[in-house]
Nanobody, 112 residues
Framework: QVLLTESGGGLVQAGGSLRLSCVAS????????VFWFRQAPGKGREQVAR????????WYADSVKGRFTISGDNAMNTVYLQMNSLKPEDTGVYLC?????WGQGTQVIVSS
């Protein structure tokens, strides 16, 4: 059984930074594509980044390109999302996704 657990969210002022973590259990991140999505209040889920380990490929949504960085730690089976220069429109619940599994999400609030 695959489980994903996110952490690292919080309240931050615009221009600040946060690092989100997604700990995976039950499957290795190195043979999977791992996604970060976010869901703003009243909106659908939006993919913001993904990492494809076997191809050493990273993808970012245009809205976060240059500000967010996805990375991972094989030993910890953890994927990170470093978020810099945060904007109020980055506010939302951030969710980790791998295979058919979703984490519970971590809340990010960016104040102006």
């Amino acid at each position: 059984q695959v489980l994903l657990t996110e952490s690292g969210g919080g309240l931050v002022q615009a221009g600040g930074s946060l690092r989100l973590s997604c700990v995976a259990s039950g499957a290795p991140i190195t043979v999977n594509t791992v996604f970060w999505f976010r869901q703003a209040p009243g909106k659908g889920r939006e993919q913001v980044a993904r990492i494809v380990w076997l191809e050493d490929e990273r993808w970012y949504a245009d809205s976060v390109k240059g500000r967010f960085t996805i990375s991972g730690d094989n030993a910890m089976n953890t994927v990170y999302l470093q978020m810099n220069s945060l904007k109020p429109e980055d506010t939302g619940v951030y969710l980790c996704h791998m295979r058919d599994v979703w984490g519970q999400g971590t809340q990010v609030i960016v104040s102006s």
